[in-house]
């Protein structure tokens, strides 16, 4: 089982409808969740990062945890085709060096 | 946002030769870190640093090398590089707590014929 898994995807929606990325980890004592955006031939970009479960807000962009059942998601609303890209969860586990584990992304692809 | 540079952006070189590729941030930040990222694929950690003269490898075997001789530059070396090393390799760094989010430079494109 990896540490770190998504959906490979692609994951097709309507511009203007709301995407779902979702993640599932398997350390229990993980302790922060990021989502970063990676265009194809660029490097990742941090969107959100949570460490308390529940729900976070910024913009169009909400993160959710829930440290029972060992999942994170992202919901894009009002997805734009600016919005196209692969979607990076990390999970930091614990210990010294602040380890980030990466999933392989779920590529997200937003049609007009 | 972050301030991290990487150099070269691209580099095609061939076998053999010694190549260091450049990782530099302006936000005084202690830990920072090496990744390597086939296309389409996972990002792998090959080396870490919490300091300065403080460096560990990291969970993908590399034979690169890397230094912290200053808190903002942490260069990474290939002494002889083959065709298998051809990759982009991203250099991220953090803050720290409490979160701990890392954030990434340009990467750099190497393609070792």
């Known amino acids: 089982q990896k540490e770190v898994e998504q959906n490979s995807g692609p994951l097709s929606v309507p511009e203007g409808a709301i995407a779902s990325l979702n993640c599932t980890y398997s350390?229990?004592?993980?302790?922060?969740f990021f989502w970063y955006r990676q265009y194809s031939g660029k490097s990742p970009e941090l969107i959100m990062f949570?460490?308390?479960?529940g729900d976070k807000e910024d913009g169009r962009f909400t993160a959710q945890l829930n440290k029972a059942s060992q999942y994170v998601s992202l919901l894009i609303r009002d997805s734009q085709p600016s919005d196209s890209a692969t979607y990076l969860c990390?999970?930091?586990?614990?210990?010294?060096?602040?380890?980030?584990?990466f999933g392989a992304g779920t590529r997200l692809a937003v049609h007009p | 946002e972050a301030d991290i540079y990487q150099t070269p952006r691209y580099l095609v070189i061939g076998t053999g030769k010694k190549i260091t590729l450049e990782c530099s941030q302006t936000?005084?930040?202690?830990?920072m870190y090496w990744y390597q990222q086939d296309p389409g694929m996972e990002l792998h950690l090959i080396h870490y640093?919490?300091?300065?003269?403080?460096?560990e490898k990291g969970d993908l075997s590399s034979e690169s090398t890397v230094s912290r001789i200053r808190t903002e530059h942490f260069p990474l070396t290939l002494e002889s590089a083959r065709p298998s090393h051809t990759s982009q390799y991203l250099c991220?760094?953090?803050?720290?707590?409490?979160?701990?989010?890392?954030?990434f430079g340009p990467g750099t494109r190497l393609t070792v014929t």
């Open positions: 350390d229990r004592g993980s302790q922060s």
């Open positions: 936000m005084g930040h202690d830990k």
């Open positions: 990390a999970v930091r586990i614990p210990g010294g060096y602040n380890k980030l584990i």
């Open positions: 991220a760094s953090t803050r720290g707590g409490p979160s701990y989010e890392q954030y």
């Open positions: 640093s919490y300091g300065v003269n403080s460096t």
């Open positions: 949570i460490y308390s479960n």
